[in-house]
């Protein structure tokens, strides 16, 4: 991907979906200098930011930022292609990026210049300025300057940028992020909490991943095991090992066969 200048502060935004993650990602822009208009009809947004309508959010914004579920997206686009132009960028900034930007490819095409993405960070994240901050470029081939120029965007916004084909992301994304929400739905439906006040360290990690889990949208769970389309196979293949070692553990006598293998050597 060719270098691309970094963008002007205060270039207008139109941010459609003002969830938890629209909401922290519009402060980000604004901390940034960037002017933000927000539509979302079913939110509330603070009034300072707030359009009355998806046309007015579009007026003279040069970037538009798709933030709502990913199963709204595709009726969203269709609602947007009658009023966007050639100077414009469109990116989304969802968990997955197989469907989203097939969708944007099909509907937007040669003509609308867009981009997926998925920033690797949460509003809890965001709130504890935690770093490195990533975020994944996921390019059509169609637009190569507005993924460019999506990428400077990001690193402008104090983000490490990752280039991946939609493919792989969802895989990566499938033995990460898909079971580390899993993972922690299981445990906090069983009653496991960050909250738990006694914990030894290496609960540590786990700790940090629920709230993180719990600080992020509800609908998002649902959304990165349905529509990432490898998730179910992950699903699969964690329980599958987990019920192999449970049953390991009630028959093997040797704890050096129970060991966990450290990092770079081979599993049992």
């Known amino acids: 991907m060719s270098a691309a200048a970094s963008p002007a502060p205060g270039v207008r935004f139109a941010l459609l979906g003002h969830g938890r993650?629209?909401?922290?990602?519009?402060q980000l822009l604004l901390q940034a200098g960037h002017h933000v208009r927000v539509f979302d009809p079913h939110a509330r947004v603070p009034a300072a930011l707030a359009a009355p309508s998806l046309r007015v959010a579009?007026?003279?914004?040069?970037?538009?930022?798709?933030?709502?579920?990913?199963p709204q997206l595709r009726g969203t686009l269709l609602a947007l292609r009658p009023l966007l132009h050639a100077g414009q960028i469109v990116f989304d900034v969802g968990s997955v990026k197989m469907h989203p930007c097939a969708a944007m490819d099909e509907l937007l095409g040669d003509a609308i210049p867009h981009v997926g993405s998925h920033p690797l960070f949460g509003p809890l994240s965001l709130a504890?300025?935690?770093?490195?901050?990533?975020?994944?470029?996921?390019?059509?081939?169609?637009?190569?300057?507005?993924?460019?120029?999506?990428?400077?965007?990001?690193?402008?916004?104090?983000?490490?940028?990752i280039e991946q084909d939609p493919e792989s992301h969802d895989r990566a994304m499938a033995r990460t992020h898909v079971l580390a929400?899993?993972?922690?739905?299981?445990l906090i439906d069983i009653g496991v909490d960050d909250g738990m006040p006694i914990a030894p360290p290496s609960f540590q990690g786990m700790k940090h991943m629920?709230?993180?889990?719990?600080?992020?949208?509800?609908?998002?769970?649902?959304?990165?095991?349905?529509?990432?389309?490898?998730?179910?196979?992950?699903?699969?293949?964690?329980l599958a090992e987990l019920q192999r070692v449970h049953q390991q553990l009630l028959v093997a006598t040797d704890d050096d066969e129970l060991a966990i293998a450290t990092s770079g050597e081979p599993s049992a």
């Open 128 to 161: 504890r300025d935690e770093r490195p901050r990533r975020t994944v470029i996921c390019a059509s081939a169609r637009h190569p300057q507005a993924a460019a120029r999506t990428s400077a965007l990001f690193a402008a916004l104090g983000c490490e940028v």
């Open 58 to 70: 579009l007026e003279g914004a040069q970037w538009i930022v798709l933030a709502m579920p990913v």
């Open 21 to 26: 993650f629209g909401a922290a990602f519009a």
């Open 210 to 238: 629920l709230a993180a889990v719990r600080g992020d949208a509800g609908h998002l769970f649902g959304a990165i095991q349905r529509e990432n389309p490898f998730a179910a196979e992950a699903r699969a293949e964690l």
């Open 181 to 186: 929400f899993f993972i922690a739905k299981g």
